[in-house]
């Protein structure tokens, strides 16, 4: 036997808890518009946007050589930018040594997290750059379309009633998209 004693595990830190969960969903929103970005196009108008979308109506409206156009920009970016399924593989490998090390050193997970954040940041601000060089090439009468279909887009969120559940959201626009 011997005559080592187990160590007590301690539990994570209320901050530490809440800067992992922001930091997965920053990376979750940048997942989402790179994958509604590249994926999307046939499915514009069928769900609603969710509330929390910020840029998913907008992405949603654009035509879908604009919106390829943008996801083209974001997948370059990411090429130049060295981020890659091997860097993203090996981070999380990274993570999950951190995680399994005793003694658990909090002080690293939390740079790592911020560096993470900060890296999801950094590629939700360029799809926005790429997004709004987009917008910035479409003359008035495209973007004045551009704007009603966001309009459209945001007429499908679903809308809370006074006892706190949501409306069934509208139905889905005719074959003109309106």
């Known amino acids: 036997m011997s005559d080592e004693t187990p160590q007590a595990k301690t539990p994570m830190r209320r901050s ?3 800067l992992l969960f922001a930091s997965l969903a920053a990376n979750l929103i940048v997942v989402g518009l790179v994958a509604g970005a590249v994926f999307g196009k046939d499915r514009q108008g069928v769900k ?17 050589e604009d919106r390829r156009a943008i996801g083209k920009s974001i997948r370059e970016y990411h090429r130049k930018s060295g981020i890659g399924r091997d860097q993203a593989r090996a981070q999380f490998q990274e ?6 090390a005793t003694p658990f050193d909090a002080g690293a997970m ?7 954040a900060q890296a999801a940041f950094d590629r939700r601000q360029a799809a926005q750059v ?10 008035d009468a495209e973007r004045q379309d551009y704007a009603d279909q966001i309009e459209a887009q945001l ?11 949501p409306d069934k959201p509208a139905k889905a626009p005719n074959n003109d998209g309106y």
């Open 16 to 18: 530490l808890r809440v």
């Open 48 to 64: 609603p946007p969710r509330s929390g979308d910020f840029m998913g109506a907008y992405t949603r409206a654009l035509p879908d």
């Open 95 to 100: 993570m999950l040594a951190m995680l399994r």
């Open 110 to 116: 939390t740079e790592r997290l911020e560096l993470q």
């Open 130 to 139: 790429f997004w709004l060089e987009r917008v910035e090439a479409m003359s």
């Open 155 to 165: 007429k499908r969120l679903p809308r809370n009633k006074p006892n706190g559940k």
